[in-house]
């Protein structure tokens, strides 16, 4: 955590990964969709640039083509005042895209088309200039959802930097965030996450997430135990409108959260909670303090549709 000098100074935050372009069908319609953008790590963005405001600069990095959806992208990002100036956009090429569709019951169904998308060759290649970037953040957050649409090189690059920078002592928060379509096979998912959690220095996994990833059933102490014995560091462990359990700096704490009467959708809960949890971080807060700030801005993002609330509903 900054003193209080250091909390002064505005936090430069690089969030890495994929957004998509989103059809999400109009209920009570049988071909009619209403077009957003998607992305877990872009959802954290967005929250950490409203959240930090002044005190932050808060930058995304990913690769998008030169198509209009593109060019929309980076002026809706760059209106939420996150800095696109690492956003590689690639003639000729098309993000990803994907359909949803809830049914009558609330579930909802995705088809995906994002294989060829730009986003999958970051850190690949001639990258030594972004990876040289990664070092001049204070903090760079990313998930698991990166982790898995990136190549092996690509992972190798981005882990072996994150490596660098937790022994220069830099934070580096990842979330495990997990899609079983995009790794190839459960041993993939749960070795790439392995190492993603060794060298991070913050986690802010999911008990659902977790389960996915390595197959095992524990409560919220035995994950705590789990991920220690990867090698994880600082661990903040959600677990829906259940306790978070934390163990930060060597020190063990559950905190209960306030009930949410009415929930309606939790799309972007675990990426708003990060957001307010990193935010009060950034800002000097206690770890108490900054899963508060975490499950009140998760508990307004629950409450409506969507994973971005409007800023005027975050107040
Ligand atoms: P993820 O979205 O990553 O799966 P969780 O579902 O564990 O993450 O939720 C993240 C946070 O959102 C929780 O720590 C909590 O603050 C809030 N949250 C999620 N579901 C509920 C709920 N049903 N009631 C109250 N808070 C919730």
Redesign the pocket.
């Known amino acids: 955590m900054p003193d209080a000098q250091e909390s002064a100074r505005p936090r430069s935050i690089a969030c890495i990964g994929e957004c998509m372009v989103e059809f999400a069908k109009t209920p009570g319609t049988s071909n009619s969709y209403e077009q957003r953008f998607g992305g877990d790590t872009l959802n954290t963005a967005i929250y950490l640039a409203r959240l930090l405001a002044k005190n932050g600069h808060v930058h995304y990095i990913t690769r998008l083509g030169r198509d209009p959806f593109s060019n929309a992208m980076v002026t809706a990002w760059t209106s939420e005042n996150i800095n696109c100036s690492l956003v590689e956009q690639v003639a000729g090429r098309l993000p990803g895209l994907y359909m949803v569709e809830t049914d009558r019951h609330g579930e909802r169904s995705f088809l995906y088309w994002r294989s060829g998308a730009p986003a999958r060759e970051l850190f690949r290649g001639k990258c030594e200039s972004l990876l040289e970037r990664l070092n001049g953040f204070d903090t760079i957050y990313f998930s698991g959802i990166t982790l898995a649409i990136l190549s092996e090189e690509g992972r190798t690059n981005l882990l072996g930097q994150i490596e660098h920078r937790t022994t220069d002592g830099k934070a580096t928060a990842y979330?495990p965030?997990f899609r079983r379509a995009l790794w190839k096979d459960a041993d993939e998912a749960a070795l790439w996450n392995a190492r993603a959690i060794a060298c991070c220095p913050l986690v802010l996994p999911?008990?659902?997430?977790l389960r996915g990833i390595f197959g095992e059933q524990h409560d919220g102490t035995g994950w705590i135990g789990k991920l220690t014995a990867l090698g994880a560091k600082d661990i903040v462990l959600?677990?829906?409108?259940s306790n978070?359990f934390t163990r930060v700096g060597g020190q063990r704490k559950d905190f209960a959260?306030d009930?949410?009467a009415r929930?309606l959708d939790?799309t972007g809960?675990?990426?708003s909670?990060n957001a307010g949890f990193l935010a009060g971080r950034a800002l000097g807060s206690t770890v108490e303090q900054a899963v508060d700030r975490?499950?009140a801005l998760?508990?307004k993002v629950?409450q409506h549709p969507g994973a971005i609330i409007p800023v005027n509903s975050m107040r």
């Open positions: 979330d965030n999911s008990i659902e997430d959600k677990n829906g409108g978070v959260l009930s949410v929930v939790t809960a675990g990426d909670f975490g499950h998760a508990s629950i």
